[in-house]
Protein backbone atom coordinates (compact mmCIF):
# COMPACT_ATOMS: atom_id res chain seq x y z
CA UNK A 1 0.00 0.00 0.00
CA UNK A 2 1.18 3.54 -1.12
CA UNK A 3 0.62 5.96 2.00
CA UNK A 4 0.60 9.37 0.07
CA UNK A 5 0.39 13.25 1.97
CA UNK A 6 -1.66 15.37 -0.30
CA UNK A 7 -1.63 19.08 -0.62
CA UNK A 8 -4.21 21.67 -0.98
CA UNK A 9 -3.41 22.52 -4.84
CA UNK A 10 -4.23 18.67 -5.88
CA UNK A 11 -8.11 19.22 -3.83
CA UNK A 12 -8.51 22.53 -5.30
CA UNK A 13 -7.69 21.59 -9.02
CA UNK A 14 -10.05 17.97 -8.31
CA UNK A 15 -13.31 20.27 -6.49
CA UNK A 16 -12.89 23.15 -8.91
CA UNK A 17 -12.33 21.21 -12.31
CA UNK A 18 -10.43 24.03 -13.87
CA UNK A 19 -7.85 21.87 -15.50
CA UNK A 20 -8.91 18.22 -16.82
CA UNK A 21 -5.78 16.21 -17.08
CA UNK A 22 -4.72 17.28 -13.27
CA UNK A 23 -8.59 16.22 -12.58
CA UNK A 24 -7.67 13.11 -14.01
CA UNK A 25 -4.63 12.20 -12.09
CA UNK A 26 -6.10 13.07 -9.29
CA UNK A 27 -8.86 11.13 -9.51
CA UNK A 28 -7.05 8.12 -10.24
CA UNK A 29 -5.09 8.61 -7.29
CA UNK A 30 -8.12 8.55 -4.63
CA UNK A 31 -9.63 6.35 -6.50
CA UNK A 32 -6.99 3.47 -5.96
CA UNK A 33 -7.86 1.78 -3.10
CA UNK A 34 -3.98 0.52 -2.55
CA UNK A 35 -3.45 3.87 -1.94
CA UNK A 36 -3.68 5.59 1.80
CA UNK A 37 -4.02 9.74 1.00
CA UNK A 38 -3.74 11.55 4.06
CA UNK A 39 -5.56 15.03 4.43
CA UNK A 40 -4.02 16.14 7.51
CA UNK A 41 -6.56 19.36 9.27
CA UNK A 42 -4.41 21.96 8.38
CA UNK A 43 -4.68 21.08 4.50
CA UNK A 44 -8.51 21.03 4.78
CA UNK A 45 -8.88 24.75 6.42
CA UNK A 46 -6.48 26.32 3.56
CA UNK A 47 -8.56 23.83 1.20
CA UNK A 48 -12.18 26.15 2.87
CA UNK A 49 -9.92 29.47 2.91
CA UNK A 50 -9.20 29.03 -1.13
CA UNK A 51 -12.67 27.83 -2.18
CA UNK A 52 -14.49 30.54 0.15
CA UNK A 53 -11.98 33.66 -0.21
CA UNK A 54 -10.55 32.92 -4.20
CA UNK A 55 -13.55 30.87 -5.33
CA UNK A 56 -16.06 32.86 -3.82
CA UNK A 57 -17.69 29.45 -3.02
CA UNK A 58 -20.74 29.81 0.17
CA UNK A 59 -20.52 27.87 3.02
CA UNK A 60 -23.00 25.00 1.56
CA UNK A 61 -21.32 24.30 -0.98
CA UNK A 62 -17.58 23.88 0.31
CA UNK A 63 -19.19 21.96 3.03
CA UNK A 64 -20.49 19.53 0.62
CA UNK A 65 -17.20 19.06 -1.43
CA UNK A 66 -15.65 18.59 1.83
CA UNK A 67 -18.21 16.00 3.03
CA UNK A 68 -17.93 13.91 -0.09
CA UNK A 69 -13.80 14.28 -0.10
CA UNK A 70 -13.70 13.14 3.75
CA UNK A 71 -15.34 9.91 3.54
CA UNK A 72 -13.45 8.77 -0.28
CA UNK A 73 -12.24 5.18 0.63
CA UNK A 74 -8.61 6.03 0.25
CA UNK A 75 -9.04 8.98 2.22
CA UNK A 76 -7.58 8.78 5.72
CA UNK A 77 -8.70 12.31 7.90
CA UNK A 78 -10.08 13.37 11.11
CA UNK A 79 -13.27 12.60 9.19
CA UNK A 80 -15.25 13.07 12.48
CA UNK A 81 -13.70 16.15 13.44
CA UNK A 82 -13.82 17.69 10.38
CA UNK A 83 -17.60 16.87 10.02
CA UNK A 84 -18.10 18.74 13.08
CA UNK A 85 -16.27 21.47 12.49
CA UNK A 86 -17.89 22.14 9.18
CA UNK A 87 -21.57 21.70 11.27
CA UNK A 88 -20.82 24.28 13.55
CA UNK A 89 -19.47 26.49 10.51
CA UNK A 90 -22.02 26.24 8.02
CA UNK A 91 -24.66 26.72 11.45
CA UNK A 92 -22.75 29.83 12.89
CA UNK A 93 -21.37 33.22 11.68
CA UNK A 94 -17.44 32.20 12.58
CA UNK A 95 -15.05 31.61 10.44
CA UNK A 96 -13.90 27.50 9.62
CA UNK A 97 -10.76 27.71 12.54
CA UNK A 98 -13.28 29.03 15.02
CA UNK A 99 -15.28 26.30 14.00
CA UNK A 100 -12.87 23.94 14.22
CA UNK A 101 -11.71 24.99 17.62
CA UNK A 102 -15.38 24.35 18.96
CA UNK A 103 -15.40 21.04 17.58
CA UNK A 104 -12.21 20.13 19.32
CA UNK A 105 -13.66 21.65 22.52
CA UNK A 106 -16.76 19.80 22.03
CA UNK A 107 -14.95 16.26 21.20
CA UNK A 108 -12.27 16.55 23.77
CA UNK A 109 -15.05 17.87 26.31
CA UNK A 110 -12.48 20.90 26.77
CA UNK A 111 -13.85 24.74 27.69
CA UNK A 112 -13.12 26.86 25.08
CA UNK A 113 -10.95 30.12 26.19
CA UNK A 114 -11.29 33.14 23.89
CA UNK A 115 -12.27 36.62 23.76
CA UNK A 116 -14.52 35.55 20.47
CA UNK A 117 -18.23 35.97 21.68
CA UNK A 118 -19.82 34.50 18.73
CA UNK A 119 -18.29 31.40 19.92
CA UNK A 120 -20.94 31.81 22.83
CA UNK A 121 -24.00 30.83 19.90
CA UNK A 122 -22.89 27.05 20.29
CA UNK A 123 -24.22 25.46 23.02
CA UNK A 124 -22.47 22.25 23.35
CA UNK A 125 -19.43 23.98 24.55
CA UNK A 126 -17.99 25.54 27.35
CA UNK A 127 -16.80 29.41 26.62
CA UNK A 128 -14.57 30.92 28.85
CA UNK A 129 -12.35 34.14 29.38
CA UNK A 130 -9.04 34.18 30.98
Known sequence: MSK???DTNLIIRFLVNDDPQK??????LLKNKNNKNILL???????????????ALDKKEITYKIKAL??????????????RALTFWEDNNIS?????????????NMSLYTYDKKLSSIKT???KEP
Open 23 to 28: VARVER
Open 4 to 6: NLI
Open 125 to 127: ITV
Open 41 to 55: DIVIAEIIWVLNSYY
Open 70 to 83: IYVESVECNAFLIN
Open 96 to 108: YIDAYLAAVAELG
